[in-house]
């Protein structure tokens, strides 16, 4: 058996994961994406090689390896008989992925809306186990209310009719449901006292929005910390970000940055130890979770 052909062979975890009934078509993508790097460093071909193999180029096997765009099966076939895979139950294996790995996922009907760097984001956050994040600006997107949500969309999309608006809440309100499903992921944020002054939508509004994080923080699956002004700077002084962590031992835990039109996507072992260690000591750092009920409590109270 040739390298090549071995690395094929060792793809256990993809087909559990393949079978598996909670792997949404983003991981699927991103891990047949994987494999198809490996067959190649196997094989010991380039990038621009394989990209003239499918009429292409390196740069669009760069997307197909890290799962930006969708498969077509021409190409798949092309590329694993490049790699030497020839094995008809082998290669019909990779096709029944591809198609999996094409389907679309539930925020499907809002494609319109989602740009293709953050649909890649609520596919991960639907596959991952734990979920941590720091905020600086806004409460975070699963923990937000249907009027918070409105008011921070407005904020951010003043051209948008009603429809629209009322189309992206629904989009940020159904990503939050995951909160509440069975084997749900753990959610652990630490969120900037700004985050709690900054009046979006009024203070009736705010209040409801307090009340929520003091209801939601009750789950067994989510903690809420509190990083408050008397404690001084912070160890992410920088800015948001978020930690996605997985099972599946074939997907890398992602660092995820967004910016106002586009986002990165750190998987590099060293970035996502520095982000780790910079959330464990914002944990630290911040209130308890027992402190931010409190905390959260007296806000309530003096609203």
């Known amino acids: 058996m040739n390298a090549a052909a071995a690395a094929a062979a060792d793809n256990s975890p993809l087909r559990q994961i393949a079978t598996s009934t909670s792997s949404g078509p983003t991981v699927l993508r991103i891990l047949l994406g994987a494999q198809l790097r490996r067959l190649r460093l196997a094989a010991g071909i380039s990038r621009e090689a394989a990209g003239k193999a499918i009429r292409g180029s390196h740069a669009k096997i760069s997307r197909l390896e890290l799962g930006q765009v969708s498969f077509k099966q021409l190409d798949i076939a092309d590329l694993l008989t490049l790699y030497g895979v020839r094995d008809p139950a082998e290669r019909d294996w990779f096709f029944t992925l591809m198609a999996q790995a094409n389907s679309h996922g539930w925020w499907h009907s809002f494609a319109d809306l989602v740009p293709d760097w953050f649909e890649v984001y609520v596919g991960l956050e639907e596959a991952a186990s734990v979920i941590r994040g720091y905020e600086v600006q806004f409460i975070p997107g699963l923990l937000q209310t249907e009027d918070y949500a409105r008011a921070v969309i407005r904020l951010g999309h003043p051209q948008c009719d009603d429809e629209e608006i009322t189309r992206r809440v629904r989009l940020r309100t159904t990503r939050a449901e995951l909160l509440r499903r069975p084997q749900p992921p753990t959610i652990w944020v630490v969120v900037d006292e700004a985050v709690l002054h900054r009046s979006l939508g009024g203070r009736v ?89 409190d905390f959260l409590r007296d806000m309530v109270k003096d609203s």
């Open 205 to 293: 509004v705010m209040r409801a929005q307090i009340e929520h994080l003091l209801e939601v923080s009750k789950l067994p699956n989510v903690t809420i910390q509190v990083a408050p002004f008397d404690r001084g700077g912070h160890a992410a002084a920088g800015g948001p970000f978020t930690i996605l962590r997985f099972t599946e031992p074939a997907l890398p835990d992602i660092v995820y940055l967004e910016q106002l039109t586009s986002a990165t996507y750190l998987d590099k072992r060293e970035d996502l130890d520095n982000y780790t260690m910079v959330i464990d000591r914002l944990s630290v750092e911040a209130l308890s979770a027992v402190e931010t009920t």
